[in-house]
């Protein structure tokens, strides 16, 4: 993959809470791919993609977006430039309804609203159904499709997906794989898929990074991820 | 027929107090900004008008000066609102609320200190109608259907805000700001939009009630005006347009005209034990709201029902 086709490029990433790092030394390139960051419970995964949203600070390091460094921009200075973010809990907003979720990530790009609403149907038909209600009153697997859509609706070009399938249904978590397959070709978007089911996730990827200890192993085909390795980042 | 100079007093304070019930909606109730100094940005308005209109001399006279007055006043208060707004941006809940309420203290203090230009604890006089039609209880009237105007302008104004993408995004930013953020929005700016043009809002309420007692007091800047605001705000439902208009009408409406007008109270009742017996009534609804309904007596936004309504679906 040459430079110039990547999508997102870490170099020495660290980053943390409060002064603290939880991931050091972290680098790898996402291209027109989907990248799928694997590790145990409290390996940083979240960590790292709430940093890559811009939502968490970068103690050290570079970010850099379809050639823009974003290390020093804020959420949503990021998010303008195409970046989505689904994040693994609280993704919806409950007081609003499905529809006015949708809209709030409307506000970017330029087609129009309705079309870019349509074109959400097409990936998560079920929501078709639910428009006017409340978002607090969705399942799980149904506020992460409207978290998804919503982020499809901001004209991403770099969709950055958080355990899209923790606590679902294993039907749930077939359907929504399906989805990030189809967006994947369909919208033409990157995606960077944070998960512990590593099975699930590696039926999608194309390439993989697993992170253990607070690092990051180098990124590899999805193919090459052995069990034995994959066993070491369970600690199991 | 002309109203009992003591039930329009009456109407005024509702009237005002669910204006600013409404614009406390909008950061309470919308975006979550804990404002507990509502007292402060509306005595903002109150003392600004009351130096500028009795202490400057200026060079033209009523109507355009009270509207000069007004204009810098409601500025003022406006003002006030994008500084104390920018500093509390990233304070949580606890931090805004103990913000705010430091504000709302600091202007008492200074209204009281600053004898030269308010009159301190004496208080000061020399307000007056911007127009006199030779009565003062009609004066008062007009005053007060002015009010009944501004108020309604207001109600207008948050329901239109409702249904328009911009009340989309203050629930938004008000439930989950982080995310609201990693969407694109400018949390950041809306949030402090709307606190300067609320609390400007809120200081010109404070000048219509600086012209219709005419006589500014210190001890009007207490934390009773902002916690008939909250008071009535919850008890009506927070998260409803019409949640502040019903629940100050169910207390301090409730209290202050029906009981204070209608119940045959002994006269020495006014002095102290009505205005005490007023703050337990308030808290007592406020517990009860809260343990029986938390959502206020309106309840839940029912957001659902209104963009079916819109949308059809």
């Known amino acids: ?236 | 027929m002309v109203l009992d100079t003591f039930l329009i007093t009456g109407l005024f304070n509702v009237v005002m107090l669910i204006g600013l019930a409404l614009l406390l909606h909008l950061q309470l109730g919308l975006t979550r900004i804990a404002n507990f100094g509502v007292v402060g940005f509306w005595g903002v308005g109150l003392y600004t008008f009351g130096v500028l209109y009795v202490r400057v001399d200026w060079p033209f006279e009523d109507p355009i000066q009270f509207v000069v007055c007004a204009v810098l006043a409601t500025a003022a208060a406006g003002l006030c609102g994008l500084l104390i707004g920018w500093l509390i941006a990233d304070l949580d809940v606890d931090g805004v609320l103990v913000g705010t309420l430091g504000f709302a203290t600091a202007v008492a203090i200074l209204a009281t200190t600053e004898q030269g230009l308010t009159g301190g604890a004496r208080g000061m006089g020399g307000l007056r109608f911007p127009y006199d039609s030779g009565d003062v209880a009609v004066n008062e009237l007009i005053w007060l259907l002015v009010l009944v105007a501004l108020v309604a302008g207001i109600l207008a104004y948050v329901w239109l805000v409702h249904r328009a993408p911009y009340g989309r995004l203050l629930i938004a930013i008000g439930s989950n700001e982080p995310l609201a953020r990693s969407l694109g929005k400018p949390v950041t700016r809306t949030k402090l939009g709307l606190f300067t043009i609320t609390s400007a809002l809120m200081g010109l309420l404070g000048v219509m009630y600086g012209v219709m007692v005419r006589f500014l007091e210190v001890s009007s800047l207490g934390i009773e005006v902002t916690l008939a605001t909250v008071v009535g705000l919850v008890v009506g439902g927070s998260v409803r347009v019409l949640g502040a208009v019903v629940g100050v009408l169910l207390t301090v409406g409730f209290f202050d005209i029906v009981i204070q007008s209608y119940l045959p109270l002994p006269a020495e009742w006014y002095t102290q034990t009505i205005p005490l017996m007023r703050e337990v009534l308030f808290g007592v609804a406020l517990i009860l709201v809260l343990v029986f309904r938390p959502l206020g007596l309106l309840g839940h936004m029912r957001r659902d029902r209104l963009m079916k309504r819109i949308h059809g679906g």
């Open chain 1, 1 to 236: 993959m040459s430079e110039t086709a990547n999508v997102l490029e870490v170099s020495g990433l660290r980053t943390g809470y409060d002064g603290i790092a939880v991931l050091d030394g972290v680098d790898f390139t996402v291209g027109e791919e989907v990248f799928a960051i694997l590790g145990a419970n409290g390996a940083g995964k979240t960590t790292l993609l709430a940093t890559l949203a811009r939502l968490n600070p970068l103690m050290a390091g570079t970010v850099t977006f379809r050639g823009t460094d974003t290390s020093g921009l804020r959420a949503h200075q990021s998010a303008g430039l195409g970046v989505g973010y689904v994040p693994q809990e609280r993704g919806v907003f409950p007081d609003l309804t499905v529809m006015d979720n949708l809209r709030v990530g409307g506000m970017f790009g330029n087609r129009s609203l309705q079309e870019r609403v349509e074109e959400v149907f097409t990936f998560f038909p079920d929501l078709k159904r639910k428009l006017n209600l409340r978002a607090g009153t969705l399942s799980g697997g149904e506020s992460r499709m409207v978290a998804c859509g919503r982020a499809l609706m901001q004209e991403t070009t770099l969709l950055l997906l958080d355990e899209p399938t923790a606590g679902l249904s294993p039907l749930y978590v077939s359907t929504f794989f399906e989805a990030i397959r189809r967006i994947r070709f369909e919208r033409q978007v990157a995606i960077v898929v944070a998960e512990q089911n590593a099975t699930q996730a590696l039926g999608v990827a194309d390439r993989v990074m697993v992170l253990s200890l607070g690092r990051a192993s180098a990124a590899m085909a999805a193919s090459e991820l052995t069990t034995e390795r994959l066993k070491h980042a369970y600690q199991i």
